[in-house]
């Protein structure tokens, strides 16, 4: 099983600012590595796929980067909306899986 | 565009079966896309279960393979899990969700609001 480990596990930053997050696979995935985020009380939702092609609808503030094992999104001025938990998945192997997220909090 | 909606028992007895199912609209389930079953227990993380294609081609996480069961039904446009012997580990939300691929394994796309399954006596 393909391990996803993400970094840091909670993030403490500002409106406006510029957020990046870390994913980390145990074994290369190529670039079959998706991007959610959940907000509380919801289902996760998709923002990026193939590592750096945003779903539709998602804004371009929003992007990600990474081959192999190292992977990143970048939100490049953070909104309100976008304080939430962070998932990757990766979709090279048997079982899908994810990493253990990343909390985005309001400073 | 495709919605998702799951239903079933809120509360499910240790050693029973949680049995959910999940409607599919605004769309055909006939297309190229499998159709997968997630879950989060409260204040985790997300763990795939498995997923159907439309011929009832199924795979299982080996780690619940021996518990699991998931099923289609077309005609209701439906897919259904089933999950045996639970004990309180398998408290969680359960999400369904569609499986957007270029191949077999693909990401997750929409997913349904969630179904909380509580497991006690």
């Known amino acids: 099983e393909i391990v996803m480990t993400q970094s840091p596990a909670t993030l403490s930053v500002s409106p406006g600012e510029r957020v990046t997050l870390s994913c980390r696979a145990s074994q290369s995935i190529s670039s079959k590595l998706a991007w959610y985020h959940q907000k509380p009380g919801q289902a996760p939702r998709l923002l990026i796929y193939g590592a750096s092609t945003r779903a539709t609808g998602i804004p371009a503030r929003f992007s990600g980067s990474g081959s192999g094992t190292d992977f990143t999104l970048s939100i490049s001025s953070l909104q309100s909306e976008d304080f939430a938990v962070y998932y990757c998945q990766q979709y090279n192997n048997w079982p899908l899986t994810f990493g253990g997220g990343t909390k985005v909090e309001i400073k | ?121």
């Open chain 2, 1 to 121: 565009q495709v919605q998702l909606q799951e239903s079933g028992p809120g509360l499910v007895k240790p050693s029973g079966t949680l049995s959910l199912t999940c409607a599919v609209s605004g769309g055909s389930m006939s297309n190229d896309n499998w159709w997968s079953w997630i879950r989060q227990p409260p204040g985790k993380g997300l763990e795939w279960i498995g997923q159907i294609y439309h011929t009832g081609t199924t795979n299982y996480n080996a780690s619940l393979k021996s518990r699991v069961s998931i099923s289609v039904d077309k005609s209701k446009k439906q897919f259904s899990l089933k999950l045996s012997s639970v004990t309180a580990a398998d408290t969680a939300v359960y999400y369904c969700a569609r499986v957007d691929s270029i191949g077999l394994l693909g990401w997750f796309d929409p997913w349904g609001q969630g179904n909380l399954v509580t497991v006690s006596s």
